[in-house]
């Protein structure tokens, strides 16, 4: 009798983790026994080592991406009146930030091919209460961060960095986090360096706002309960920062299979007998850019992105749908009044978009079922259309 396959999920954290057990074990214990919870010698280490893994000069540990970015614009004092510049195709924390502080967020479209800022159309929104752009470095592929930069530069607006998804990514070789004012980092468990609940690291180059940066995720507390500025509690605690230093070690071994298996699906998909070009595209990587496929998302034609999905679901093939809702189109954002028209590219991406599995402990038998039936999902459309 035929075994039949096993389900492909989109995502098995407990794989990743397992070869790791005793380490992260052994790691726990030594936390228990000091005593240490918050503040303890792993979290002040694993600052140092993210902040040199970025090449920046300072890592600020707290409570979550979503805190690191908030605490950016905390700590440049942005608030009423002020514009944030953001793509609105992006997960939620990018422009909750800027609207929880009582800013504006001015929406740049993207590009089509990387899913990242559209620089020229980010250029042409800077206006002369623009405080901040925060670039998205989606998918684990740098935006065009060097240009970027040089056109915030020239209007003297701060870059903050969202490397949520992008640690260890890089452009021209220098890595996500080292380029803007300050880069925010996410340790939630399906980011590429995911802890065991909530995390989230702040760097900087810059010793004055690496020292505002702490100052905020710490009630604004200088010297003890006197309180300079309205800070807020951001910690990383020291049990995540074990278990994050243990999965630091093994970083580069893990973006090395992302990778490995980024180029397979690339190889199989695009074997036009299976699936023909004008179906699917496949991710584009900008050739300045070394990108760590925290998510490998293909682009599906013809509106038959829910139909294809459906299909893998039926077939046990896990995807996900990254990000269906832009930012402007959400309800709790509907109070900014955006007219989507100078978005197409945003909308397009969000009708289109679909993530496959990619984990680094994803087989290779599984890759190729998971092709097998999309390319099966397209047989059938030709069978049908042909009867
Ligand atoms: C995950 C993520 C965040 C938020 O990180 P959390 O640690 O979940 O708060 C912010 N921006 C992007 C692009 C993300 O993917």
Known sequence: ??????????????????????????????????????????????????????????????????????????????????????????????????????????????????????????????????????????????????????????????????????????????????????????????????GMGDGGMMTSCDSEMADRLRLFAGHGMRPRYYHQVVGINSRLDTFQAAVLRVKLRHLGDAVEKRTAIANRYKELLSDQQLVGPDELTLPYVDPHAFHVWNQFSIRVAGGQRDALRAHLADQGVGSEIYYPVPMHQQECFEFLGVDGSTLPETERAAAEILNLPVFPGLTEAEQCRVVDSIASFYQQQSARIAA
């Open 1 to 194: 009798m035929v075994q039949a396959p096993k389900n492909v999920p989109l995502l098995d954290i407990n794989r990743d983790n397992r070869p790791h057990r005793d380490e992260f074990i052994e790691a726990l214990t030594e936390v228990v026994d000091s005593g240490r919870f918050l503040f303890g010698p792993d979290v002040v280490e694993l600052e140092k080592e993210v902040a040199a893994h970025s090449q920046a000069d300072h890592g600020i540990g707290c409570a979550s991406g979503s805190d690191a970015l908030l605490l950016a614009l905390m700590a440049l004092g942005i608030g009423p009146g002020d514009e944030v510049i953001v793509p609105s195709f992006t997960f939620f924390a990018s422009v909750s930030c800027v609207t929880r502080l009582g800013a504006t967020p001015i929406f740049a479209d993207i590009r089509p091919d990387t899913f990242n800022i559209d620089t020229r159309h980010m250029e042409s929104l800077i206006t002369e209460r623009t405080r901040a752009i925060i670039p998205v470095h989606l998918f684990g592929q740098c935006a065009e961060i060097d240009r970027i930069c040089q056109v915030a530069g020239q209007h003297d607006v701060p870059v903050i960095e969202d490397a949520a998804q992008a640690i260890g990514a890089a452009y021209h070789s220098r890595p996500a986090g080292s380029w803007g004012l300050v880069g925010c980092f996410s340790f939630y468990p399906t980011k590429n360096l995911g």
